[in-house]
């Protein structure tokens, strides 16, 4: 009789732990799904996006996203504009106020 108690009270409280949760906004967007894992809007520049996205479960890296002359800035300095289906838009459109 006290076993089963103990093992049920065993089971009640490993199940009522909360793990955090690892959540990312993921979209389907022009035929890709696109998951922005981290993301951070600059105090000085509330029009750039610091973000880390996934295209069909393919990390990328750091970019950061200038929503008002729609280019992407890279790791390495180099400054690209957004293509048409650029995920960018998608940042740019989505987190816009």
Same mark, same amino acid.
């Given at each position: 009789? /006290?076993?089963?108690?103990?093992?049920?009270?065993?089971?009640?409280?490993?199940? @009522?732990?909360?793990?955090?949760?690892?959540? @990312?906004?993921?979209?389907?967007?022009? $035929?890709?799904?696109?998951?922005? *894992? @981290?993301?951070?809007? /600059?105090?000085?520049?509330?029009?750039?996006?610091?973000?880390?996205? /996934?295209?069909? $479960?393919?990390?990328?890296?750091?970019?950061?996203?200038?929503?008002?002359?729609?280019?992407?800035? *890279?790791?390495? $300095?180099?400054?690209?504009?957004?293509?048409?289906?650029?995920? $960018?838009?998608?940042?740019?459109?989505?987190?816009?106020?």
């Amino acid at each position: 009789m /006290s076993r089963s108690i103990t093992l049920l009270a065993v089971l009640i409280l490993s199940l @009522s732990i909360a793990f955090p949760a690892a959540a @990312s906004v993921c979209r389907n967007y022009n $035929g890709h799904q696109i998951c922005v *894992l @981290s993301i951070q809007r /600059s105090a000085k520049n509330y029009w750039e996006y610091r973000a880390a996205i /996934s295209v069909d $479960g393919v990390k990328k890296p750091m970019t950061v996203y200038n929503c008002r002359t729609q280019v992407k800035i *890279l790791q390495d $300095g180099d400054t690209v504009p957004f293509a048409p289906q650029d995920p $960018g838009n998608l940042i740019c459109n989505f987190f816009k106020k």
